[in-house]
């Protein structure tokens, strides 16, 4: 049974920083890419870093140099660190394994001063 379990969420002022967590059980995490997804009130989910099984990494615009996605095979778990928080980057966040099903539970981040 293929589980994700994310983490690292919170409450931070604008220009503040995170650093999501995802770690995963029940598949070969190594062969995966992962994605990191969010989704706001009223809007649709939509991915915002993409980590490919060797190491290459995607990010649309609206993120691109404040996100930065990384993975530790060994420990089955993909990062995401996240500075210059804007509040629009509030959201729940989720990741995911490319070309699976399952989904976490997410976790919120909340950009406020």
């Known amino acids: 049974q293929v589980r994700l379990v994310e983490s690292g969420g919170g409450l931070v002022q604008p220009g503040g920083s995170l650093r999501l967590s995802c770690t995963a059980s029940?598949?070969?995490?190594?062969?995966?890419?992962m994605g990191w997804y969010r989704q706001a009130p009223g809007k649709q989910r939509e991915l915002v870093a993409h980590i490919a099984s060797a190491g290459s990494t995607n990010y649309p615009e609206s993120v691109k140099g404040r996100f930065t996605i990384s993975r530790d095979n060994a420990k089955s778990t993909v990062y995401l660190q996240m500075n210059s928080l804007e509040a629009g980057d509030t959201a729940v966040y989720y990741c995911?394994?490319?070309?699976?099903?399952?989904w976490g539970q997410g976790t919120q981040v909340t950009v406020s001063s």
């Open positions: 995911k394994a490319m070309g699976l099903r399952t």
């Open positions: 029940g598949i070969m995490f190594s062969t995966f890419a």
